[in-house]
Every structure is written in C-alpha cells, then in structure tokens.
C-alpha cells in the first residue's frame, strides 16, 4: 500500500511485510502534480492527475497547446546527465 511519505509497503509472497522500500517518483517535490510529457515510445500523455490547465477535456488548454508547450520546454538533467 503506498503512503504519502514516498515509501511503500513490499510484500512477500505470504503476504508478510518484507521492508519499507521508496517508491522512484516522476515528481521533484512534495506535492507536485505530473506534467505532460512525450514517451520514449513518442506517446503524448498528459496525466489525469496533471494540473487543471492541462484538462483539455474539461476546458482547459487545447491538446495542440499542450503539445507545443512540452516540446518547448528544455529537458531536465539527472544525476550521470541522463535526460527526464
């Protein structure tokens, strides 16, 4: 069961707690809501949980919009100069 903290219960195949292990997230910090983003398969997914503006469906920014804005935006770089 996950948990606002960032961890999450691991299970066995019993069902026994195994360890607390923390979750990888695609957010920077507490709190942030997911951006759209393109796929490394080049899918556009805009989250459902994404900030309203992004909400095309309940009219918000149209998908052309949102589409543009993220191929604008320059990549963050990780640790080792990954690319996210």
Known sequence: TSQNNGFKD?????GN???????ERVESGYG???E???????DFIIP???EPEYH????GKSVEC???EVKNKKPILRKGGENQ
């Not at 691991?10 to 019993?14: E, G, N, S, V, W």
Request: no cysteine; net charge negative.
């Open 10 to 14: 691991t299970l066995d195949i019993l």
């Open 17 to 23: 707690k195994a360890s607390d292990v923390k979750e």
């Open 32 to 34: 942030v809501k997911p």
């Open 36 to 42: 759209p983003f393109i796929s490394p398969e080049d």
């Open 48 to 50: 459902f949980d994404s």
């Open 56 to 59: 095309w469906w309940k009219n």
């Open 66 to 68: 949102i589409l543009e």
